[in-house]
């Protein structure tokens, strides 16, 4: 398929109606960008501790800020504004994430050294053995409450039998759709999931 067929307007007025396809060939369309922009950051985030997938999921983020904030009535080319919306996604990240290092490294304290009265350790101090913690279970169901509220409907027929343990094409053959189409979904679903634990 050419997706260069499809003008970028006529895509993001399917998008704009949730069609689910107009997505996908956005994606493809420009997924190179997404590869170049990280490329530029690939080493800073391992040097800060990042790991792969989570970079690559910040650069999912600022690929559909850039699809939900651009407009095709300003000067502005699409590849060069999802350009720019991915770069400052990155660049964020990486100072968090640099900023958050030297703080944890700053404020450390030893695990095994003795902080109790009777010389107990700070991990026997901090050990539970509650396994089934209620507070846990609240916290689980009010996110995946939110989860499902921030999908859209094909969306959300993904991601419960992502959840269930289903493999990409064990999905794609359930929901007769192609395989890249499915993993694209769970793609967004991924960078919609790490946004809300994020805020």
Same mark, same amino acid.
């Given at each position: ?6 003008? #970028? ?5 399917? /998008? ?7 997505? !996908? $060939? ?7 960008? /997404?590869? +170049? ?12 501790? $990042? ?13 559909? !800020?850039? %699809? ?8 502005? *080319?699409?590849? &060069? ?5 991915? !770069?400052?996604?990155? @660049?964020? =990240?990486?100072?968090? =994430?640099?900023?958050? *290092? ?6 450390? %304290?030893?695990? #095994? ?15 539970? !053995? +509650? ?13 995946? +409450? ?25 999905? =794609?053959?359930?929901? #007769?759709?192609?395989?890249?189409? %499915?993993?694209? &979904?769970? @793609?967004?679903? *991924? ?9």
């Amino acid at each position: 398929m050419k997706y260069d067929e499809y003008p #970028d307007e006529e895509l993001l007025y399917l /998008i704009g109606e949730n069609n689910e396809d107009a997505k !996908d $060939i956005l994606y493809e369309k420009y997924k190179y960008i /997404i590869e +170049v922009v990280y490329s530029k950051y690939r080493k800073a985030g391992h040097a800060l501790g $990042i790991d792969y997938s989570d970079l690559y999921q910040e650069a999912l983020l600022g690929f559909s !800020d850039a %699809i939900a904030k651009y407009r095709d009535d300003k000067s502005t *080319k699409m590849s &060069t504004f999802i350009t720019l919306c991915v !770069d400052r996604r990155l @660049q964020v =990240a990486l100072n968090k =994430a640099g900023r958050l *290092k030297n703080k944890i490294l700053n404020g450390t %304290i030893s695990i #095994d050294g003795e902080y109790g009265p009777d010389g107990s350790s700070l991990g026997e101090i901090i050990k539970d !053995d +509650v396994h089934n913690d209620p507070l846990d279970d609240i916290v689980e169901k009010e996110l995946n +409450v939110l989860i499902k509220d921030s999908l859209s409907k094909a969306e959300q027929e993904v991601y419960k039998l992502m959840i269930r343990g289903y493999s990409y094409s064990e999905i =794609a053959q359930l929901l #007769d759709k192609p395989t890249k189409s %499915i993993d694209n &979904t769970i @793609q967004r679903i *991924k960078a919609k999931i790490r946004l809300l634990i994020d805020d």
